[in-house]
């Protein structure tokens, strides 16, 4: 493991992590009832975009989480 040295090198890392959580989140939602599903995926679109929205301020910043 190696700390990434740059605020873009922490930026990819982070849309990485962002884009891992939408597909897991996604995977958990499609195990649901069909009825729930399309809310859940909504939801989970919805977490993904806010996240990669504060993305770059979280890598300038410094911080993964």
């Excluded at 195990?31 to 929205?53: I, N, S, V």
Aim: proline residues 3%; contains cysteine; charged residues 30%.
């Amino acid at each position: 493991y190696r700390e990434d040295a740059t605020p873009s090198a922490r930026l990819r890392t982070i849309q990485k992590e962002i884009a891992a959580g939408l597909q897991e989140a996604q995977g958990n939602c499609r195990r649901q009832p069909t009825a729930e599903r399309a809310a859940c995926l909504k939801d989970a679109r919805a977490t993904y975009q806010k996240e990669m929205a504060e993305a770059r301020s979280r890598a300038m910043a410094g911080t993964t989480r």
